[in-house]
Every structure is written in C-alpha cells, then in structure tokens.
C-alpha cells in the first residue's frame, strides 16, 4: 500500500497519485512487518489496517516536527573564531585616539568659553561691575574711545574721582531685543542706589573690527556721553597753557583774536578737569572747569607779579616819552608805529599827526619849543580776560623860548610851564611782548 504523504490516505500498492487530494505518490508501498521484525514506531501487533494508519499518522507527524525543528534552528557563530578575527589596538593607537578625544573636548570649551567671554553681553556685564566697583583702569580699558593727547587711562581715573558716582547695591543687566544691527547692541541697566532706589542706564556697544584671538567678535562701550569735542579754551596771548598737565600746542589753535587772545579747540571726557595757565609777567594760574556745567573756559583775572607792573610802568614811560619826542621832531608815524598792536597801529596814526602838528607849530612865530620832561610817574594795573589795563598819572614840564620884536628892537625869553598829564592804555602780548592795544594820548599845552 501507499500511503499519502499529504493527506494520510492509504492507497493501493500501485498507485501513483492520491485518490484523496490528487499528490503524487513517491517511494516503495508499505510492506507490514512481521512478528519477528521490531516496527519503526512501536511494536508490530495484529497488522491490522488501524494498525497501519495509526503508524502512518505518527511517520507524518515526525516529519512535520522534523521539518519544523529544521526551520528554527539557527547556526550559532563560532565566538572563538570570530574574536580570534578582530585585531587589537596596540598602545600608541589607543593614546593617539585618546589625545584626539581630548583634544576634541579642549576646542569645543575653547569656543564656549571664548564665547561667553567676548560677547557683547559678557562686556556690558563686566563694563557694569567694575563701574559700579569704581575700578576705573577696567572701565577705561572697556570704553571706545577715540585717539587723542587728553583720552589717556590717568586722566580718565583723575576724572573720575572728582565725580561724586552712586553706591550701587545691585543690578541687572538686559539685552533690549530688536535693537541689535550686528554693529551695535543695546543694554538696559537696572539698578539700585544707596537711600535712593532703583534707577536705569542705557549702554550701547559697538563691535570693534579686530578680532579677539583672531575668532571672536570683539565689542567696546560707546563713550557717547562721556566726551565733549572741541571745547573751547581762551587764554591771554602769549600764554603757554596746560589741561591736565597736557600742554596745548600750536596744533590746537584755532583762532588768534583781535581782543589779545588765543583759543585752543580739544576733545576730552566730559567732567572736571585742571587747567594752568603762564602768562607773561603775571602770576602762574591755576584752576579747574567742568565741561558739563560749562560751555567753554577762559582764563581771566590774573594777578600781575610785582616784576611785572615795573615792566609795564617802562611800557607806558617809554609809550609817552617816544610819542612827544617823535612828535617835537616831526617825524613820520613809522617812528613809533612798533608802540602799537598789529590791528591798532592804524587807527592811532591820525592821532599821532595831530600831536606832531600840535608840537611843531606854535601859535605864530613868537614861540618855539624847546623840551617837554616828564617825571612822578604814579601807575596802577589789573588784568582781564586777554589784556592788561593801566592808569598812570605824572608830572611833566615845559621848556620853551618866547621871542619879542618891536620898535627896532627884539628880545628873548626862556619859559617853562608845569602840569600834569593822565595815560590810560590797554596792552596785549604779540609776538614776544606787551604792545599798545589803547592809549589816550595827553594834551600838553606849553605856551
């Protein structure tokens, strides 16, 4: 018989396919065993057909088992075999790769750290602390500030600690979002005063165009504010002056004026500052000014030293005595034209041709001139803004020759007459020293 290895049926000994589901029958027919011959699947009992289809129905479940065990079972790789096919890592490949490692790490903090350091935040943080901790040289060092003689660190610490800053308890820093262009950042500063309460202050920084460690972005405070540009500061001519112990220099001229001043222009910071001032035959000045109170300084009000007034009583002597003398000697006006200022010379030359007339021709031929001596020279000075202002008052006399013709005869008579004359002048300092600004020039009658 032929039983089915689909469907279990037994066939006949000579069929090929199945009568049940129509399989293709394969292998030998079924033989039944005998006593004597030991069953696969169990001993042979009566040979019966239940017999046969009981032994069939275990043949098919085995090979179901079979086929199924064959499907799950997985080959387990050979672990000796597979370790044994890694290679090691000797000793300087491991160190190398721990080096990268750290190296890896140390860059990646480098960025973080240098990030944190120089971002416009981190500054605004740090310009703060150290204002409120009145550490001026960070403060300095923090500021954008232009180039300039009177924008060094020890003025701007001098400054400073005339300026009466708040007792700052705590603060707060803030970006102000929006207001950022990739040039500028703006900062809100909240704070708290000492007995005062809160108050706030605007920060602006500015991105510099170097860069920190050649990879960050570096940012500086704008000093806004904080200078003042060319202030205004008038001094007498002839002046050698100093702000902050920084001596102005030809370069800060800006304007030689006509009142016997001179005006420097500088940029410096914005508060209060020291100023000297040496004018020629006067004492040394010194004082301070505030930019923010004021617009501009001018040195005034100086004190003549007791050299000094002598110097000018032989200007005003030496102004009046060249004026009469010239005059008595009809000379031109270039005689004593070098008496008078620049911008002053002028406006006297017809006021000297009068005193010449006057002196040179008497009344009508009776009378001739002879020496006019002055003498009791009584001065008082004081000093303004760019000139220095004297009075002086003396004594003068008269020599002359009365001449008397008639009846055939002539005589001759030496006079002399008595006065007193009063000069007021004005003087400025041009080129290396004190000429005539203003002079009244006395009427002297000697007939």
Same mark, same amino acid.
């Given at each position: ?200 202050? #605007?920060?602006? /920084? ?5 860069? !920190? @460690?050649?990879?960050? *972005?570096?940012?500086? +405070? %704008? ?93 005003? #002597?030496?102004? /009046? ?5 010239? !005059? @008595?000697?009809?000379? *031109?006006?270039?005689? +004593? %034209? ?110």
């Amino acid at each position: 018989m032929r039983i089915c290895s689909n469907c279990g049926t037994i066939n006949a000994d000579d069929a090929r396919f199945c009568e049940n589901c129509g399989t293709k029958l394969e292998g030998e027919p079924i033989t039944t065993p005998s006593a004597e011959e030991p069953a696969e699947y169990g001993p042979a009992e009566d040979g019966s057909e239940e017999q046969v289809v009981r032994l069939s129905q275990r043949r098919r479940q085995q090979q179901q088992q079979d086929s199924t065990q064959k499907q799950i079972t997985i080959k387990k790789p050979d672990i000796g075999k597979v370790k044994s096919g890694i290679r090691k890592l000797t000793k300087i490949q491991k160190i190398v790769i721990a080096e990268v490692i750290c190296l890896a790490v140390v860059i990646a903090a480098f960025f973080v750290i240098g990030d944190r350091k120089y971002s416009a935040q981190s500054v605004a943080e740090r310009y703060f602390d150290a204002y409120a901790a009145r550490d001026w040289k960070t403060v300095y060092g923090l500021l954008e500030l232009p180039q300039g003689s009177f924008m060094q660190e020890s003025q701007f610490e001098e400054m400073m600690e005339k300026i009466q800053t708040p007792d700052i308890t705590n603060y707060t820093v803030r970006q102000q979002m929006g207001a950022e262009d990739g040039i500028v950042q703006n900062f809100n500063v909240e704070y708290s005063v000492s007995g005062q309460g809160p108050s706030s202050l #605007q920060l602006s /920084l500015v991105r510099q165009s170097d860069k !920190a @460690m050649f990879l960050f *972005d570096t940012w500086k +405070v %704008s000093a806004a504010g904080m200078l003042v540009e060319n202030y205004p500061v008038t001094v007498p001519g002839g002046a050698r002056v100093a702000v902050d112990g920084v001596e102005l220099t030809e370069e800060y001229v800006v304007s030689n004026n006509a009142d016997g001043t001179d005006t420097y222009q500088i940029s410096l910071f914005n508060g209060m500052h020291t100023i000297t001032a040496a004018v020629p035959w006067c004492e040394v000045y010194e004082g301070e000014f505030d930019t923010s109170a004021d617009g501009s300084i001018m040195v005034e009000n100086l004190t003549l030293t007791d050299t000094g007034k002598t110097a000018l009583q032989a200007k005003m #002597q030496e102004a /009046l005595e060249s004026l009469y003398t010239s !005059a @008595m000697a009809d000379d *031109d006006f270039s005689a +004593v %034209s070098d008496l008078f200022a620049e911008n002053a010379a002028a406006e006297y030359e017809d006021t000297y041709n009068d005193l010449r007339d006057r002196l040179t021709d008497g009344p009508d031929d009776h009378y001739t001139l002879n020496q006019i001596a002055f003498d009791d020279f009584r001065c008082s000075f004081y000093a303004e803004s760019g000139t220095i202002s004297g009075e002086m008052d003396c004594d003068y006399t008269v020599d002359y020759t009365y001449t008397y013709s008639g009846f055939g005869s002539s005589r001759t008579e030496n006079e002399t007459n008595d006065g007193s004359a009063y000069v007021g002048a004005t003087f400025v300092y041009e080129g290396d020293t004190y000429k005539l600004q203003y002079v009244n020039i006395p009427n002297v009658w000697w007939y």
